[in-house]
């Protein structure tokens, strides 16, 4: 006979069981290259035409090669959108460009939460590809409050990438965490906000992972951290970059539709001339 307690973790396995289900096919695989290393981060769709957010570290170049879990082989993602001192990039697929008449494209893809405010001890997930574990599930809980209403945080690198933790005793407790309270050397900016959690281990290839509630929405991106604590790029600063990456992905379609028109009217000209000749 189950009691009262084994009833409530059976059900909670369910449900986190169809939560991965269901999201795991927006979950992508980036292939990182660089002059002096390989390896692999992951990346989240953000929308059914195929952006993918992922961290700016994972990215070097101009494009880079991305896949799921059932593809036969890599296929190709134009950088659409970075802030480096955000450590925010956003993907566009080649093969979601190639968009076949007025069919849309139907990506799976999560939501970015509206509402960025966080609890202590509230439960969260993550999908990742850590240490090469295709797809790992994570559950976590908030480590310190995150705020909503965040102070404005530029685009500028902070002037030093080498943080130094403080000798003295804190007089205060900031009302959430940012870049320059965490022991990383990353060159972010220093008021960025970030999410401590406790529970979800970042282990090399699992930069780049959707932060997410139970709702299914992204509060975060995971960005930094070691096997006790993680950090995760606040909700604030993914909607941000998202909007400036919607600009740009609509002007590359106008782009590309004009220049389609272009060679439709010179295919036309080219066929007019050969029968008059």
């Known amino acids: 006979m189950m009691d009262d307690t084994g009833s409530t973790q059976s059900v909670r396995g369910q449900n986190e069981q169809k939560l991965y289900n269901e999201l795991k096919s927006a979950v992508w695989l980036v292939r990182i290259e660089t002059k002096d290393h390989t390896g692999i981060g992951t990346g989240f769709c953000i929308d059914r035409n195929g952006l993918i957010m992922t961290c700016a570290h994972c ?84 480590s310190y409050p995150s705020k909503n209403e965040v102070t404005p945080f530029g685009k500028m690198s902070s002037k030093s990438s080498e943080k130094k933790l403080p000798m003295d005793i804190p007089t205060k407790t900031s009302k959430y965490r940012t870049a320059s309270e965490i022991s990383v050397s990353l060159d972010h900016h220093e008021d960025l906000p970030v999410i401590e959690m406790r529970n979800i281990h970042l282990g090399s290839g699992s930069s780049g992972g959707p932060i997410f509630l139970p709702t299914k929405e992204v509060v975060g991106m995971l960005s930094s951290g070691g096997l006790t604590r993680s950090y995760a790029v606040h909700l604030s600063a993914l909607l941000i970059a998202f909007e400036e990456a919607k600009v740009k992905y609509d002007k590359l379609l106008e782009k590309l539709a004009a220049k389609g028109d272009e060679q439709f009217g010179q295919k036309s000209a080219d066929r007019e001339n050969s029968n008059e000749n």
């Not at 879990?69 to 993907?91: E, G």
């Not at 076949?100 to 997930?125: C, I, R």
Request: glycine share 8%; proline share 4%.
């Open 59 to 142: 990215v070097s170049g101009n494009t880079c090669r991305v896949a799921r879990q059932n593809d036969k082989d890599f296929q190709k993602a134009y950088l659409l959108h970075k802030i480096d001192s955000w450590d925010v990039a956003i993907l566009c697929l080649d093969e979601g460009l190639k968009q076949k008449g007025n069919v849309p494209n139907n990506y799976p893809s999560f939501a970015l939460a509206k509402h960025g405010t966080l609890n202590p001890g509230q439960g969260v997930y993550s999908i990742s590809h850590q240490h090469r574990l295709m797809y790992s599930f994570s559950s976590g809980k908030i």
